[in-house]
Every structure is written in C-alpha cells, then in structure tokens.
C-alpha cells in the first residue's frame, strides 16, 4: 500500500503549494469569496468501506501470491479512486459507495498469469492500476461481481537495454522518476514526461495512449511503445518489436488505448534515445491569439525539431500572470512588454529546444525568425526555466483550490487547425453556461498543449465554486462535463488527446467510434475476455 500519497487529493502531503495573497484577490474577485468546504476525515471514509464487506474475504487466502490479497478498509479505499472530479468529491465529502473487495500487489509477469487464472476460476473481475493517476474514471469499480485491484508498482524493474537499437524492456508498472533514474543511468532517456509524471507508470501511459510535454521530440506514447507482453485472461500475447513492419495489422495498435480491457500489460518495450547535450525552454509573447496561432502552426508545420510548442490564451496568460504572486516583478514585465506593442490580449508560448548544442543554437535562430514574423516578444530563458521547475509540481495548486472553496476540472481535445478556434470557443461557451444554469460562475481559459503539422491539441480549465454539498457539488461537475463534452463532439474534436477515456468519456466515446468501430473492439474483447473479468466499464460502458 502507498501511504506517502495524498488519500484524498494529489501527491506527496508533505509538499504544499499555497495560494498566493495575488491569486486569493484574484478568485475573489473573479468567482466571488470561496467557501471551504467541511472535508471528511480519514476515519469517517473508513468506517463507510468497512460498513461494505469484502466479497474477497472468503477466497482471498486461496489466491496465488507471496503477498496475499489485502481486502483491509484502507487498501480498498487506497485502490478505487484515482484523481478525476468525481474520485474527488466522493472523497472529500465521504460519499463513498462501492469499492473495490480488494488489492494484490504482483511481482512479476508470472504472479499476474496466476491472478487472472485465479480470477477467471472465481468469477472475481480485475481493475488493473498504475499509478492511480487517471482523470475520468479507470479506477471506479462498478457491478455487483467481486473486484481484484491489481497494483503494479512492485513492477518497476529495466529488464533489458540495447544500446545500438536504443530499446529498453521495462516492467510496466514503473514510475516516471524511477524508469528515467534507471535509463539516466546509462546515458538515455524516454523523454516521456506528462504532467502526472512523478507518478503514472509506463504501463499507464501505453494503456491510455498518454501524451508527453516533450512530445514534439521524443514522440507520443505511439512512437515510443515497440512491443510488449499482455497478459490476458485467454492466454499471454507477446508483441516483437520491430522498426517498421507491413506485415498486416500493427497488433500495437490493439493494446494502446485499451485501459485494461483486454488484459495487463505487464512488459513495455520502449524506444528510448541518448541524453541531449543542451535544453532550453523560452517564453515567447505575442500581442494577440491570432498571432500566437499563427506563430505556432508556422513553427510545427516547418518541422523544425523543437521538442515542446505550448500557446496560452490571452484568459490563461492573464491567469498565470494573476496567480503568480511576484507582483512587482510581473508589473515590470507588463510595462516592458507593452513598450514592446504587446498588452492587453497577449498570449504566452513555451517553446522547448533540446539536442547537442549546435542544434539547439539553430533551432533558436530559426524559430525566432518565425516568432518575429508574428510580433512575438522573447524573454530568454527567464520564463522558461521556472516553467521547466514547476512543470509536475503547479497541480498541487489543486490541493489549496480546493482548500479554498474552488473545484478545478479540464476537458481536452485535437482538431485540425480550420477548427481549433470555434472549438476553444465552443467548449469555454459550454462551460460557462453550464454553471450559470446553476447560478454560479466559472473562470475558463484555454491553452494549445501539442500542437502539430495537421492541428492541435486544445485543453481547457474550469475552475468554479464547489458547493455547499455534495449534491450540489455533484451536479454542478455533471453539467459542466456533459455541456463540455457535447461542445467538443459538436464542433468535430475528439473526446480525448491525452486523458483516455474510462469510465467518464464512455457517452462520446461510443459516438465517435461509431457502431462498426465499437462492435470491433467489443469482438477483441469478447475473444480475449469471454468471461468479460476484465476493466468493465471501462471505454465500453458495458458494465
């Protein structure tokens, strides 16, 4: 069990990242004066799963593990929630229902074969579990079946590193630090780093087709993953990794994006490369969005090799700059830039140049011809380095939010480049009617987080009062994400860049596959999962 985790928020609970004095004016002044809500506590949430027997109690001694099934109120609660709104709410406010009966631990691909035989013989269902850190469901258990958690965090060993084919084999239950700690070591690096990166695991990532901050470089998850082990309640599928292939299908293709449904990915074969000599992150303004837009599309369509493109616009600079505190030297900055012709409706781009020096060079002189073309205004790496040290420690500005009185949720997307303006609009518009419906208010912005040749990633924040209780807590989160979600449907985004889908996104899901697409994956599930043990509910909703 992982006890230097948050039970009830994000992260480690010996780091804080308080509120500014800046960014309390600022809420307040913007969403009215939070009001704290009366958290429950630990023991609370815990006599409500005790008050739920375990429906493992009875077998779990037959279970085969060292370790065996621990179905104690602690590990179940610990188990079944991950960080999604509704994880949170539920949480902090004690409404817990159902959870999981119980959580092994595995060791190794051998003890997962054993579980799911074990789990197949007892009709018992299993959730596999990474790093706990899903955003839309993947861990909620739902039906009346008994349910196995399989945490495999105790999977975290480099099994094997060919230097001259930069493949490495992971179990893939390993942590972000902890798989770059172990390549680090011999001189490479996955450059895999998505804002959960501290702790989401690698068979995460491949299972949610996760999206890295660096992915610009080192590619997304689909790039990255060359073959592996899945191992499913019909058998064990080992996939070769090869550089290229026409031989038929891409089975890879079949186990990323699968959320467990299929089966454990308990073995990733990733394509890793050589440390960079240098790296820079530069903070760019721009006088407006358009040219911000602009700016970015020219840069990803001229494939110049930059590892990271990210457009803030002009509500989520403005929100940055807001919430930053340092307000003398932010007011410096602001009188700099307007003398420079970029003030009200500025936008904010990061861009990344990692490599061997030289090239690092280059790619700066390029891109800044482009930035200029478009009215951007360089800060150097000022901005930038303080990105890069925030960039996996700013989500727990969650924790004081909530502290405060404010829920924090995101909806994501892609769409081609003709579409990315109508459907920042569109889902910003969605969310802010969504709660004044409710009566209250809701400060949304929007940034670009990856952005390509073809299009754009577009990634909205809503942040808004909680609510007295849980139900009006409850209901305000279901109009937002349903109001968010038909917005992005409307205007031809997908329902999910990087998040997955779980449990949460399973309406849109459906709608976009289309009836053909989902019977197929529904035939490969029915195929390697007749007795359907594994993940319900997840991407299918069928449970």
Known sequence: MVL??????????????????????????????????????????????AAQPSKLTALAHTAPLRTPIDTSPEARLRASFGQSAFDWLRLRFGEIDRVTDGAAWPENTADVRALLDWAAQHGVRVLPCGGATSVVGHLMPVGDQPVLTLHLGRMMRLLSLDPQAQLATFEAGVAGPDLEAQLRA??????????????????????????????????????????????????????????????????????????????????????????????????????????GRNAVRELAQARLGLSMLRLSNPIETMTSLKMAGHENAIGWLERLLAWRGVADGKCLMFAGFTGERRQVQAMRRLAARVWRRHGGVSTGTLLGKKWAAMRFHSVYLRN??????????TMESSCDWPRVDALMHAMEAAGRQALAREGEQTHCYTHLSHVYAQGSSVYTTFVYK??????????????????????????????????????????????????????????????????????????????
């Open 4 to 49: 230097n985790r948050r039970w009830n928020g994000w992260g480690n609970p010996a780091i804080q990242e308080p509120l500014k004095p800046a960014a309390q004016r600022f809420l307040a002044q913007t969403l009215g004066a939070g009001t704290p809500p009366r958290d429950a506590s630990l023991d609370q949430v815990l006599a409500r799963v």
């Open 466 to 543: 909680i609510g007295a209780d849980y139900p009006s807590a409850l209901r305000r989160w279901q109009a937002l994400k349903s109001a968010v979600g038909d917005a992005i449907a409307a205007h031809g985004g997908t329902i999910t860049h990087q998040h997955g889908v779980g449990k949460d996104h399973v309406p849109w899901f459906l709608r976009e596959k289309g009836p053909m697409g989902v019977s197929a994956i529904a035939a490969l599930q029915q195929h390697l999962d007749p007795q359907g043990l594994m993940a319900p509910g997840n991407l299918l909703g069928d449970a």
């Open 186 to 291: 011999q001189g490479f690096t996955l450059g895999h780093f998505p804002q959960s990166f501290d702790y989401s695991t690698l068979g995460g990532w491949v299972v949610t087709r996760s999206s890295g901050q660096q992915s610009a470089r080192y590619g997304r998850i689909e790039q990255l993953f060359a073959g592996g082990t899945l191992v499913t309640p019909r058998g064990d599928w080992s996939i070769t990794p090869y550089p290229a292939s026409a031989a038929g299908p891409d089975l890879r293709e079949w186990v990323m994006g699968s959320e467990g449904r299929l089966g454990v990915l308990t073995e990733a074969t990733v394509r890793v490369s050589r440390l960079p000599e240098a790296e820079h992150f530069i903070g760019v303004f721009f006088p407006s969005w358009e040219a």
């Open 400 to 409: 004081s939010l909530w502290d405060a009185g404010y829920a924090v949720d």
